[in-house]
């Protein structure tokens, strides 16, 4: 049976098997959280669709970075109502913390949207 479209972007899988990992290493791993395989290991399509293909999912990331910020705000404000510095100081604790999640799936949804690369059943096990 093959993965959903949503568990699998949420698992960073191949966007045409949903069954290959997109990143080598865990978004734990501080020093190669940003490694990405060229090819899915499990049905060989190639990851980046054209060389510089990533660029634009920056503005995915920059998407997540505003969506938390907005929420922390929010959350601050109806929870605490604390100084600006505060607002400041926690915003960027947290975006620092999720870094690692925020740059694994800005490139994620990214060559889900707009990568090209469809699901095929023909890679169901």
């Avoid at 290959?20 to 020093?31: D, K």
């Avoid at 959350?75 to 975006?95: C, F, H, K, N, R």
């Amino acid at each position: 049976m093959p993965e959903s479209y949503s568990k699998a972007l949420l698992q960073g899988k191949c966007p045409q098997c949903r069954k290959g990992n997109m990143f080598t290493y865990s978004p734990a791993n501080l020093s190669r959280f940003m490694v990405m395989n060229e090819t899915c290991p499990h049905c060989g399509v190639r990851l980046e669709p054209e060389p510089g293909f990533y660029q634009g999912a920056m503005y995915v990331g920059y998407g997540i970075t505003v969506a938390c910020i907005a929420v922390i705000g929010v959350l601050l404000y109806l929870l605490w109502d604390p100084s600006e510095w505060t607002y400041v100081g926690i915003s960027i604790a947290v975006m620092l913390l999720i870094a690692p999640l925020n740059y694994r799936y800005s490139r994620i949804i990214y060559l889900y949207l707009f990568g090209g690369i469809k699901y095929d059943s023909r890679y169901r096990d």
